[in-house]
Every structure is written in C-alpha cells, then in structure tokens.
C-alpha cells in the first residue's frame, strides 16, 4: 500500500532553513505529483506548493516563493521540502501529500505522518 | 482567513444527521473547480474523505456524502456514530491564486 514516511520534528532559530524529507513506498514516484501542505498552530491548513518529479518541475504558492525548495531523490523514492528565512510565523506541522490526478487542483489521497517544526529564538 | 468559509463546529447526537457547509467564490467552486473533503483525527494527518465533490475513497462508510452547486458545497454525515468526532475540511482550487486552497475547518462534536 502506498506509505509516505515524513523525517522527525525540528527545532531552529529565526532566519535559520529548515529541510524535511519524504520517503515514499507502493508506487512510482514518478508517476505521480507530489505537495506539501502545513498547518498551523490554529490548525489552518496552508497550501505551499507542488512538484512534479517526472518533468523535473516545481511550483509554489506565491506567499513562499523565494524561500520554498522542493527536490527528490528518485533512486530512494524519497522527495524533500527546503524552507529557509524562517520566522515564528513558520511554526506549524509540515505534510507531504501525494496529489490523486497529476493535476494542480487534484485531491490529496495519502499524507505523510507530519513533521512538527517549532521557530523560536 | 482562508478563502474556503466553513462553520467552525457542528454537533449532534449519535444517529443524528449533520451537515458541514463550505463557501467559495466565483474564482474558486464558482468557477468549476471540484471540492474535496478531509477528515483530522486528533494527532492524525488529513484523510482524504469525498474527492470530486461527490466520491467516497474506497473503505469511507456510505453514511458521508458530498454535494456542490455553485459556489457552495457540503458534507453530510448521516448515522453521526462516535468515531466521526474529528475535524472536517474541505479543500478545491483557486485560479487567481493559482494555487490549491482549503476551507478554515469544522469540529465535529458527538453529544
């Protein structure tokens, strides 16, 4: 069955980067787009972009261009989200989420287990 | 504020039928866009409930349906049992802000 496996809690200081991991299992990763989602304290889900690992392509929603880097690693089935000038606002858990059609407004039909990322100086 | 509007919580008592609405705008379900819908357990990741506006995953119990017309969409759940205490989501697309949005969320609260 499909498993998105996400890395462990992190903790850094303000302006610090912060990269999460996503290691994907019972599918092609290439086969299908992959996003990342984060929620925050107040439980707002946040859309932050998408990537598509078949035509080497990304794209972010315009609040985190600039500082969003998503990658993949396609020998180890495992994609990677890079946030860097964190701040207190970018406190929150961090999901992947494999999209169900490789389209932008596709539904999310598996998540990583979340990774909880805390910005405090 | 998100741009997807929903109810902050619904209740009801065990077998009862609530419904969680979801409100969009012209550039968003207006415009054609599906909704999907999720369900949060406490300290779980979303879990993908109605996807297309009105399909369940395969293993979603019959007792949640999904609906959309215009602008607005709903869940209902009819049968509410214990287990459907969660938080509820519903999330579609934004052509104006090329990007994938989702509605604030809705507590679910069993009586």
């Known amino acids: 069955q499909v498993q998105l496996v996400q890395s462990g809690a992190e903790v850094r200081n303000p302006g610090a980067s912060v990269k999460i991991s996503c290691k994907t299992s019972?599918?092609?990763?290439?086969?299908?787009?992959m996003h990342w989602v984060r929620q925050t304290p107040g439980q707002r889900l946040e859309w932050m972009g998408i990537?598509?690992?078949?035509?080497?392509?990304?794209s972010s929603s315009q609040k985190f261009q600039g500082r969003l880097a998503m990658t993949w690693d396609v020998s180890t089935s495992t994609v990677y989200m890079e946030l860097s000038s964190l701040t207190s606002d970018d406190t929150a858990v961090y999901f992947c989420?494999?999209?169900?059609?490789?389209?932008?407004?596709?539904?999310?039909?598996?998540w990583g287990q979340g990774t909880p990322v805390a910005v405090s100086s | 504020q998100s741009v997807l509007t929903q109810p902050p919580s619904v209740s009801g008592a065990p077998g009862q039928r609530v419904t969680i609405s979801c409100t969009g705008s012209?550039?968003?379900?207006?415009?054609?866009?599906?909704v999907h819908w999720y369900q949060q357990l406490p300290g779980a990741a979303p879990k993908l409930l109605i996807y297309?506006?009105?399909n369940r995953p395969s293993g979603v119990p019959d007792r949640f349906s999904g609906s959309k017309s215009g602008t607005s969409a709903s869940l209902a759940i009819i049968g509410l049992q214990a287990e459907d205490e969660a938080d509820y989501y519903c999330?579609?697309?934004?052509?104006?802000?090329?990007?994938?949005?989702f509605g604030g969320g809705t507590k679910v609260t069993v009586l």
């Open positions: 989420a494999r999209g169900m059609w490789n389209q932008r407004f596709s539904a999310f039909d598996s």
């Open positions: 019972g599918y092609t990763l290439t086969n299908y787009y």
């Open positions: 990537m598509n690992p078949n035509a080497d392509s990304t």
């Open positions: 012209s550039s968003n379900l207006g415009a054609s866009y599906d």
């Open positions: 297309a506006n009105t």
């Open positions: 999330q579609s697309y934004d052509r104006d802000l090329s990007s994938s949005v």
